[in-house]
């Protein structure tokens, strides 16, 4: 099935299902999944950028191996590749989340 | 989750949910569709597991029968990630039995080849009724099994899990073993659905 993620791109799993350790990182995995399906790329075009963040990855600094991080950079270059979300949008709005008030809606950490 | 600020998994959720806005704006995604990825990933990641069995043994006699005879042993031989298998039986439908798998005490599943029980699995009118009345909860499934074939149900326990092979459909002779795992369902393998 070409949906698979296998190999270097297997993400963390037990009991068959997936392992989340913070809801962004279900965000994030369901993000690229539905872009896919709605065709802003194809999931080899994904998969490749994940195979290359992977690679990429400073092993002694990582510690831990976390693969969501990586997962969040290669989404992250592919749609800026694409032109779908631009770096510099991105970091203005990062800044404007950052910046919220104490004790808004956390719902997506 | 409580974070504070310059954390990195705190930067991480901000980037994803930063993204996330901005696509959402954009018109590119909504926050449904990235619900149901979730949800659907993980019905369809399990069973894939034993669809794979299940195609191997619809066009390998050799495996089918080291599947019949020992189905741990058999199934190692795919190397699945995501835990050991408990001593798995794989039970074989057949024009002349159908078989129907069950756990009456709790949940006992074989998770590592099919994934998640769905949520009748784990309930109790249906962990009762399957052993009382198997016909009619199977009818009620859409799965009507005549009078005449047999039917076996199997009580999974934490030592013993079961999946049902299920009988290949009848035209597939000449599919792909990959085209043929596509159509086996978990359903299936549950023995509350034909193929």
Not at chain 1, 31 to 58: H, Q, T, V
Not at chain 2, 119 to 125: M, N, Q
């Amino acid at each position: 099935m070409s949906t698979e993620l296998s190999g270097i791109t297997q993400p963390p799993m037990a009991n068959g299902e997936l392992i989340f350790e913070a809801p962004w990182q279900g965000r994030v995995f369901g993000m690229a999944r539905a872009l896919s399906e709605a065709g802003l790329f194809s999931w080899n075009e994904f998969r490749e950028y994940l195979i290359k963040a992977i690679a990429a990855r400073d092993r002694e600094a990582e510690g831990d191996y976390a693969y969501y991080d990586h997962f969040l950079a290669a989404l992250e270059t592919l749609l800026a590749d694409r032109g779908l979300v631009a770096p510099e949008p991105l970091e203005t709005r990062c800044a404007e989340f950052r910046a919220r008030p104490h004790g808004h809606d956390h719902g997506s950490e | 989750m409580s974070e504070h600020e310059n954390h990195p998994a705190s930067q991480q959720s901000i980037r994803a949910e930063a993204i996330e806005s901005l696509l959402i704006e954009k018109g590119l995604l909504s926050e449904d569709a990235v619900d149901e990825v979730i949800v659907q990933y993980n019905e369809r990641v399990g069973p894939m597991n034993g669809a794979k069995v299940v195609a191997r043994a619809w066009k390998d006699p050799a495996f089918k029968l080291r599947l019949l005879t020992d189905g741990t042993r058999a199934v190692e031989e795919f190397e699945f990630t995501g835990g050991q298998v408990e001593k798995l039986v794989v039970v074989e439908n057949t024009p002349a039995v159908h078989n129907v798998v069950v756990c009456t005490l709790c949940s006992c599943y074989p998770w590592a080849v099919l994934g998640l029980p769905p949520k009748w699995y784990k309930d109790p009118a249906y962990r009762s009724r399957i052993v009382r009345e198997p016909r009619r909860v199977l009818a009620e499934f859409g799965v009507q099994i005549s009078s005449s074939k047999e039917l076996r149900v199997w009580d999974s326990s934490a030592e013993i899990r079961y999946m049902v092979l299920p009988e290949m459909p009848s035209d597939s002779e000449s599919t792909s073993e990959e085209e043929l795992a596509a159509r086996v369902t978990r359903d299936a393998m549950i023995g509350v659905a034909l193929l």
